[in-house]
């Protein structure tokens, strides 16, 4: 074992790196995505209990249009930005309404929570029958009703999660959080990207650009990206990643963080809820590939893909892909996955490349 004095080093190194990102990822490009990226977590105590508390993710659409249905919306339509979430998302977790959900949680009791998405309400049942159903994985939850088995032993950073996405309708969509981290990647190099591209996505002068950004404009063909072909030697950081859904339509997007053609890894950085559970939300992605093979498309089965695909609540029915790679792969027929660049930002990347 370490000596004291040589572990709270080791922790105060840890702890000075993740501060800085620039401890690990230098001042390039990479830091600067990193930023965006860890602006997405905040550490809070709650009930006497360090959690780290990631952006949920929030889409209006989620859940089948229930929401839009109900005159519900994801606040900011989940293309908000950190700034404007955060302060939300911490009033939340102040509220005294969430102070009982959290109490619930540590009454040492086993029960299941059961959410009402419609209504933005929960409910506790310690009903024998529903407990060994959820136990025996016979799931009673609906689409608008999630059902989660808890133990009473306390919060955790999954059942904050829970609580923000159907009580609090607050987070951010794949799409918001890319374009999040591209206007973060300009505003570091000196330029307003919501001004420069404002006109042409025909955004009013008093408008948020945010708002008219969604996956269809990454893959929409327009002049301002350029089409990037998917081998790994052509891969930069900030490309953005395309995900085909099943009607040929573009339905997710990702961004990528780093390209290690050394060591073979591909880091990217997406939101969804479509993950393990405790990666709900803005999360980190990894990638995998034979360094000696650099000119491997992303399509090819060689590469490693180990982001797993999950349902967002234990129960529900999960994702037809297991991993990002298969979903990569998927509808070939019409083109498949696919990586597109930002034509504004490239100068803007070199700029901050060369600057140190």
């Not at 982001?307 to 790679?325: C, I, M, T, W, Y």
Request: hydrophobic residues 35%; charged residues 20%.
């Amino acid at each position: 074992m370490l000596p004291a004095q040589e572990i709270d080093l080791q922790e105060a190194d840890f702890l000075t790196a993740f501060s800085d990102p620039a401890q690990i990822w230098g001042n390039g490009i990479e830091r600067v995505i990193e930023e965006a990226y860890r602006s997405c977590f905040i550490t809070r105590i709650i009930d006497g209990r360090i959690i780290n508390i990631r952006m949920p993710f929030g889409e209006n659409n989620e859940r089948g249009g229930l929401l839009n249905r109900l005159g519900h919306n994801i606040l900011e339509g989940g293309k908000g930005n950190p700034g404007s979430l955060w302060p939300v998302i911490e009033n939340i977790l102040d509220s005294r309404q969430f102070a009982e959900y959290a109490a619930a949680l540590s009454d040492g009791k086993e029960q299941v929570i059961i959410f009402d998405i419609s209504t933005r309400t929960w409910r506790s049942s310690r009903n024998f029958f529903d407990i060994a159903r959820m136990k025996a994985g016979s799931y009673r939850g609906l689409h608008h009703r999630p059902y989660v088995l808890v133990s009473g032993q306390g919060i955790e950073e999954t059942d904050v999660y829970n609580y923000l996405y159907c009580i609090g309708l607050v987070g951010m969509d794949c799409s918001g959080f890319v374009w999040y981290t591209l206007t973060h990647i300009a505003r570091r190099g000196g330029l307003d990207l919501n001004r420069a591209l404002g006109p042409a996505l025909g955004v009013p002068p008093d408008g948020n650009t945010s708002w008219y950004v969604g996956t269809s404009f990454f893959s929409s063909g327009s002049s301002l990206f350029i089409p990037v072909k998917d081998e790994v030697a052509n891969l930069r950081p900030a490309d953005i990643m395309l995900f085909m859904g099943p009607e040929g339509r573009i339905t997710h997007s990702a961004i990528i963080q780093s390209v290690d053609f050394a060591r073979g890894v591909i880091r990217y950085l997406q939101s969804t809820d479509e993950a393990p559970l405790n990666e709900r939300g803005v999360h980190e992605s990894f990638a995998y590939f034979d360094p000696a093979r650099p000119r491997t498309s992303l399509s090819s089965t060689s590469i490693k893909w180990t982001q797993e695909r999950h349902a967002p609540f234990l129960g529900e029915r999960g994702s037809v892909f297991k991993n990002d790679g298969e979903r990569y792969r998927a509808h070939a027929r019409f083109g498949g996955g696919r990586i597109v660049r930002l034509r504004t930002l490239i100068p803007v990347i070199e700029r901050i490349n060369n600057s140190n």
